[in-house]
């Protein structure tokens, strides 16, 4: 019988959902988005997370053609602050699922999934709900299913609205070491690696007011010098920011994910001269690998977190 999981990748204002293999590939037709409505109240928000559970297992009836299949279980990529291990949202004071303040998610949906049928004959009772952030869930995904299984150690960074990251070593993914409010310049590296740390290098270019770091990035492909240099200014402040932890980690990959590394060609190579005119020796530099597709590798983790749950 064919196994899959359900996954979801929760944005504040978007959730992105799929259905993936055991073997981390992801169900095609099966990848949808869908409005978050996170300002919503609670039993409203509850309802919707609920139909996009029941809206991956409808789908697989239609796309199985009848054959029979199960599903392994639920993973979720979600925002913080969040207790992974509970299932209890904490989010509040941040224009998104306010109402979820408190509430066990995998309490709430399970009670669902046991009074649906239709549901609980493809998914047990006893299917584990896993939850943790996209960050270390893109980290996994690496480590199980992408470019970190060639690597012994590496640093996983998404560069979006704000720096996620994750370090592997021997043993796998290291648990409570992230760099996001890591101190760097004047403020953080949250503040410098991210979005609005691309706008605001543009702002001294005398662009982007308007926010839109796709529209810089085109432009700098088509040719404009000023767009140009602010993606080589952002990668001179990536590898800036990335020196020590290659001196002190010494990892063997950056591994980068997030809107932000869709525009890797703009700015890798001048985060590699930054680290270069640090010092860092040649033999010391890490590869830099790019994943465009961040909610796959999200998709992928959660698969892993819920293989590692259903083993106990």
Known sequence: MDRYAIVFDVGGTSIKAAVVRENGATVAGTVETFPSKGKERKETLLAHFYSLIAGRVALMNKLSGGAPFEMI???????????????????????????????????EMKKRIAADPDVGAKLPADAPIVFDNDAALFAAGQLY????????RSICITIGTGT???????????KGRELWSDPFRDSIADDYISKRGVLKVAAEYGLGADGDVKAIADAARAGDARAAGVFAAFGRLFGEMLTPYI?????EAIIIGGNIA??????ISSTVEAIAASGIARESMPAFETVEDTSGS????????LKAAAAG
């Open 298 to 305: 999200a998709f992928a983790g959660a698969l892993a977190l």
């Open 164 to 174: 996620g990251s994750s370090f592997i070593d021997e043993n796998g993914i290291v």
């Open 247 to 251: 001196r002190e980690f010494r990892p």
């Open 73 to 107: 279980g639920i993973g979720y990529a979600f925002p913080s602050p969040f207790d992974y291990e509970q299932g209890i949202c904490y989010i509040r004071g941040q224009e998104k699922y306010d109402a979820l303040y408190g509430t066990n998610l995998r309490e």
């Open 145 to 152: 299913y992408g470019h970190a299984k060639r690597y012994r």
């Open 262 to 267: 869709k525009s890797h060609d703009l700015f």
